[in-house]
C-alpha cells in the first residue's frame, strides 16, 4: 500500500487524541479531533513563517499515517489550514512466555 491509498475503513485505528498525539509527535497541531471511522481532522493557526506548512509535511512522513485529503480552510476558520488523516491499525502478536 502506498501513501497514496488509505487503509480501508475497517483497517484504520480509532484511539484516544493522547496515542494520537504520540503516533505523529513532534507534528502537534493547534487543534486535533477524530471525526468518525477512524477520521482525524488536524488544523493549524496559519502563521507568516508557514510553520503550520512544515508540521503538515512532516505529517506527511509519519509511519501507519495516510493523509486523506489536500490542505483546506475550514469554511468556520478562515485563518486555520487542516488535513484529514488516518492511520493504519497495526495488529500486536503477543507469544506466550515472551515480554
Known amino acids: 500500500m502506498t501513501k497514496a491509498d488509505p487503509p480501508p475503513a475497517n483497517e484504520r485505528e480509532i484511539m484516544p487524541t493522547g496515542i494520537v498525539l504520540e503516533i505523529i ?20 493557526i496559519e502563521d507568516a513563517r508557514g510553520e503550520a506548512q512544515a508540521e503538515i509535511e512532516q505529517l506527511r512522513q509519519v509511519n501507519r499515517v495516510t493523509l486523506l485529503t489536500d490542505i483546506y480552510r475550514p469554511e468556520n ?13 497495526v495488529a500486536i502478536l503477543t507469544i506466550e512466555g515472551v515480554q
Open 77 to 89: 476558520l478562515p485563518s486555520w489550514i487542516a488535513v484529514q488523516f488516518c492511520i493504519e491499525h
Open 25 to 44: 509527535a513532534p507534528v502537534c497541531p493547534d487543534n486535533l479531533q477524530h471525526v468518525g471511522q477512524g477520521v482525524y481532522e488536524a488544523k493549524w
